[in-house]
């Protein structure tokens, strides 16, 4: 890759950054555009599964923009890539944060944090919505749905779901 390419992918993660209000998993679709639509630098199945091994990991939830970084240009990559998503964000989020506290009897500041919620949970939808339409099959489609409405209805600890998900695959079920 030029570095032209690298300041445009790098330019463009430190303004998505500030869109991942709701944690870096809000802006994923627009990581998937930039890296693997409009860049073709990876493909559909290296995407999910820098998701998957990210995800997988202990740590934060945007390790997984560390292991896109890896797999396009190494380690430095890596560092490269979650720089430019973890700085800018977490600079503006330190200010913002002591602004809101100062200014937090304001009604504005409280309908902001009102309003923000939905946003969020839009951003987490069309997270999960770029990452269900490349499903090989209705089956698999199901089990997502499955698991989706077991996380929101019961406290069954999400390691026991991710070991039924591991067994139903290396059985070849998924």
Known sequence: MSASDWISILGQFAFLSFLAVGGVMS????MHRVVVVELSILSNEQFLAAITLGKLS???NALFVAVLGYQIAGIVGAIAMTGAMIIPSAIF??????????NS????????????APVVVGLLLSTGFVLIQNFPDV??????????????KSRLHLMS???IGAFLGAMGVV
Do not use: E, K
Request: with cysteine.
């Open 161 to 163: 779901l991710m070991a």
């Open 27 to 30: 802006v994923a679709p627009d």
């Open 58 to 60: 202990p740590g934060p």
């Open 93 to 102: 989020a330190f200010y913002v944060t002591r602004w809101r506290r100062d």
């Open 139 to 152: 089956f698999t489609m199901i089990c997502v749905l499955a698991v989706a409405l077991v996380v929101w």
């Open 105 to 116: 009897h304001r009604l504005s500041v409280q309908s902001f944090s009102i309003g923000a």
